[in-house]
């Protein structure tokens, strides 16, 4: 039930799909104008610069998608599983995200590819890091497949199929999607007045929710 839902998770899931919101605006609004914290797109403009037999577009998509994938790695071996819940060194790996995005600010604001690299990195770090809870997949990156399981779950409910889980996991799910599209109409107001610095907020939003974790766990441990 929704009553049942910790605190620290609707929490979280929203403060993470708002950074990720504000991050992938940043790709959009930028020199490139594609997403960063998902892949569906990048994929698809790999496949048309092979096509096309354009190299040096091929390797920068390619190197996007590696990027991504490698982020997800080191949240792998920072966590160990996929499994969301506490106790995990979540903080470690939001520090990592966030000097990931410190990093990428200057090289994006001088044009090079190496910060869309270091962007992608901290959102497939991210995005691993909360992979399921309480049965439901949870991703703060992206949105299609959160979209379709609200679909799905609404074409049960249209049937009479009704269950506490369902409740949980729109709640869950309405609080990502309502996060994730807040930070990226907060992210296109700042990229207006600050540009690529934009990536300083999410940055400092990371930096806080891994000092505000690290410090909530100590708090436990005295307990």
Known sequence: MISRLPRWVWGGAG???FIAGMINVVGFLGMEHQ???HLTGTASMFGVALSELRPERSLHFAGILGSFVAGAVLSGFLLADSTLRLGRRYG???FLETLLLLLAVPLLTSQHFAGDYLASCAAGLQNAMASTYSGSVVRTTHLTGMFTD????LGQ???GIRTDRDRLRFFLYGIIVGSFIAGGAVGAVIFRHLG???LLVPAAL????????TLYQ???RRI
């Open 157 to 159: 409910f249209f049937r």
């Open 35 to 37: 997403g960063i914290t």
């Open 218 to 220: 100590l708090r436990l």
């Open 15 to 17: 403060v993470l799909a």
């Open 206 to 213: 990371t930096g806080l929710a891994a000092l505000g974790y």
């Open 92 to 94: 470690a790996a939001l």
């Open 196 to 198: 690529y610095r934009t």
């Open 150 to 153: 609200i679909g799905i779950a």
